[in-house]
């Protein structure tokens, strides 16, 4: 079964962070922001292109582009 990514959430959908892999630079950025295993994270903007999208986690408001949002297993 294919694990959910961030980037496939729909706006106001919760999901919960499994892992995040990835390029190690973008990993550590997440991390340092909190996005750690367990953490509830919630698409609620996205730009008029699609890309970036704002995610709410952790009661900040973060904008991540989908290459990086498909880094973002959920559970």
């Known amino acids: 079964m294919k694990q959910k990514t961030a980037n496939e959430l729909e706006l106001e959908e919760i999901g919960i ?3 995040i892999i990835g390029e190690e630079t973008i990993k550590r950025r997440l991390l340092d922001l909190g996005l750690i295993e367990g953490t509830s994270i ?3 903007l996205i730009s008029p292109s699609g890309d970036p999208r704002a995610f709410e986690f952790r ?3 973060i904008a991540i582009r989908k290459e ?3 880094n973002i297993k959920l559970k």
């Open 17 to 19: 962070v499994h892992k």
């Open 42 to 44: 919630k698409p609620v």
């Open 59 to 61: 009661g900040s408001l």
């Open 68 to 70: 990086d949002a498909e």
